[in-house]
């Protein structure tokens, strides 16, 4: 099984891409979240040219934050960097874009966002749309050697939803999985590989990802302790975020397992006072995946972040991994959070065990 990290990004991210690349991890992802950390492609640049094996992948790219000749340029240029070893992870967006107010995009506006950003990566003519108006584009110099297309630049999405599983198995893409939870977490595994067979592939050519936050604890400490709330808190805070988007914009909610949780109640209760009221959600996605605000620290239990992280004993990550592992995830993927890096240790630690 491989193990990745994924990173609020920052410009030295490089640092903690080339540590977990002497620790054995196989994977590093980049978050693309304009509003909430730095640029993903300048964080890879840096770590392409400062790691020598490990793949790095954009975890994820949202299509409507970048029009697809710059994805496709930013992609082969680091595949220049990095020959063979970048990822292009994509999803139609939460963070990024519920953080500037906005829902996810249409998954077929997805689909022909990627069509593009292969189709030009392969050398061809792809018609595009801008300010209104169709326009056929594709790279005029790839003779000058600038950047690299040649070498294969894998393809993952972020993937939840029927709809988008079916789309990942029609592209024959990999799979990126955002779990809380062992028993949710081979449900969905389940489904994706259901619908990976209905289009005719080999089961054993499904790359199937589990992004997962988590503290591995010491024996007797709790699941709300100070080191446990800075590194699994901020999930456990993001099922609040989910929940206040929902409420405040009066969306279905997405959270069935958590709909009747005190902590959930309260907090949407708390995001209706959030300023000013023409965008809550600038408050409301604050730290968002990297620290626990103050004001919603009371609702961040103990409870709520064993139920939406991987935060227990060794042993007992040990075992929900390779519940994981059997029911068909290739790779767990630990996201660190900003001041928090030395637990990359524990998890490389566990990660020996998967060797």
């Known amino acids: 099984m491989d193990f990745g990290i994924a990173l609020p990004t920052a410009a030295d991210s490089w640092k903690q891409a080339k540590r977990a690349e002497e620790l054995g991890f196989t994977h590093a992802w980049f978050y693309d979240t304009q509003m909430l950390s730095a640029d993903c492609f300048v964080a890879m640049g840096a770590a392409a040219v400062n790691t020598k094996r490990i793949r790095l992948g954009t975890g994820v ?31 139609t967006g939460f ?21 593009q950003v292969y189709g030009l990566l392969a050398g061809k003519t792809v018609d595009f749309e801008m300010e209104g108006q169709s326009r056929k584009i594709r790279f005029l110099n790839p003779e000058l ?81 100070e080191r446990a709330m ?71 239990t103990a ?3 064993r139920a939406t992280s991987f935060t227990a004993t060794e042993g007992e990550i040990k075992q929900r991994i390779e519940a994981l592992r059997g029911a068909g995830y290739t790779q767990f993927t630990i996201q660190l959070v900003p001041g928090q890096e030395a637990a990359l240790a524990d998890w490389a630690h566990i990660r020996k065990a998967f060797a």
């Open 61 to 91: 790219l949202v299509p409507s934050n970048r029009i697809a000749p710059v994805a496709a340029n930013a992609l082969a240029t680091l595949n220049s960097l990095a020959p063979g070893r970048i990822d292009f992870g994509v999803g």
């Open 303 to 305: 409870d709520l972040i």
């Open 145 to 225: 050697d600038l950047f690299n297309t040649g070498d294969p630049i894998a393809l993952h999405l972020s993937a939840f939803g029927p709809r988008t599983r079916a789309l990942t198995a029609r592209l024959k893409a990999g799979w990126i999985d955002f779990v809380g939870n062992v028993e949710a977490g081979v449900r969905e595994v389940v489904a994706m590989r259901e619908d990976w067979g209905k289009a005719g592939h080999a089961m054993g050519d499904l790359q199937a990802t589990a992004f997962a936050l988590g503290c591995v604890l010491q024996d007797g400490e709790p699941a709300d302790s």
């Open 230 to 300: 800075a590194q699994a808190g901020p999930r456990a805070a993001v099922m609040l975020h989910r929940a206040a988007d929902e409420a405040l914009l009066n969306m279905k909610p997405t959270q069935a397992l958590l709909a009747q949780r005190p902590e959930l109640e309260g907090y949407v209760a708390l995001a209706r006072t959030y300023e000013p009221k023409d965008a809550p959600y600038l408050e409301n996605h604050r730290g968002h995946l990297m620290f626990v605000k103050p004001a919603e620290k009371k609702f961040v």
């Open 95 to 115: 963070t990024a874009r519920r953080a500037m107010g906005f829902g996810a995009i249409k998954i077929k506006d997805m689909e022909a966002y990627i069509h």
